[in-house]
């Protein structure tokens, strides 16, 4: 009988088409429903470990009418069997992020997890205009990157709802 030289070369591409297509979302993280606000941000696969270089806390307070507001604790923790990669454990302000690969999350995404609008133009139920105005600064410096902006270990970002003209960050 003679033996096809392909078959080994045909059945390894099967094979690894049927892992990528089958396993891929158990192995990096949970595939997440298209209309879920934070499908940009995976759940994470507690089989795998967090790569050490990249778990990182960049810390948030958002501050309205002078108002200091709390960044509830159990953000993206709170979703039956699914562990957000971008999440809070307490209310400090202290944002996690601990995925089971690299990929860089932005404020929207912590946003989108948190379920709550933010923009250059909305924070949580306030919109700017009408003699208001959305403010941010991260590391002390005013930014323009609201939710473009990438979250990074150890950043201070601040956002600030408050009367247009008023002195603050």
């Given at each position: 009988?003679?033996?096809?030289?392909?078959?080994?070369?045909?059945?390894?591409?099967?094979?690894?088409?049927?892992?990528?297509?089958?396993?891929?979302?158990?192995?990096?993280?949970?595939?997440?429903?298209?209309?879920?606000?934070?499908?940009?941000?995976?759940?994470?696969?507690?089989?795998?470990?967090?790569?050490?270089?990249?778990?990182?806390h960049p810390h948030l307070r958002?501050?309205?009418?002078?108002?200091?507001?709390?960044?509830?604790?159990?953000?993206?923790?709170?979703?039956?069997?699914?562990?957000?990669?971008?999440?809070?454990?307490?209310?400090?302000?202290?944002?996690?992020?601990?995925?089971?690969?690299?990929?860089?999350?932005?404020?929207?995404?912590?946003?989108?997890?948190?379920?709550?609008?933010?923009?250059?133009?909305?924070?949580?139920?306030?919109?700017?205009?009408?003699?208001?105005?959305?403010?941010?600064?991260?590391?002390?410096?005013?930014?323009?990157?609201?939710?473009?902006?990438?979250?990074?270990?150890?950043?201070?970002?601040?956002?600030?709802?408050?009367?247009?003209?008023?002195?603050?960050?």
């Amino acid at each position: 009988m003679k033996k096809n030289k392909r078959t080994p070369l045909v059945i390894t591409v099967v094979l690894a088409a049927a892992i990528g297509l089958l396993g891929f979302n158990n192995f990096v993280g949970r595939r997440i429903p298209e209309q879920d606000a934070s499908a940009s941000v995976p759940c994470i696969n507690p089989a795998l470990p967090t790569p050490s270089q990249y778990h990182i806390h960049p810390h948030l307070r958002i501050v309205i009418n002078d108002e200091p507001q709390a960044i509830p604790g159990g953000i993206g923790l709170a979703v039956t069997d699914c562990e957000r990669a971008v999440h809070t454990h307490d209310a400090t302000g202290e944002i996690h992020i601990e995925p089971n690969f690299y990929q860089e999350f932005t404020l929207a995404d912590f946003f989108g997890v948190w379920g709550k609008p933010f923009s250059k133009d909305q924070l949580l139920d306030f919109a700017s205009g009408d003699g208001h105005e959305i403010v941010m600064a991260v590391d002390g410096r005013i930014s323009q990157n609201f939710e473009r902006l990438v979250l990074k270990d150890g950043q201070d970002i601040l956002i600030e709802y408050r009367k247009t003209g008023v002195a603050g960050i």
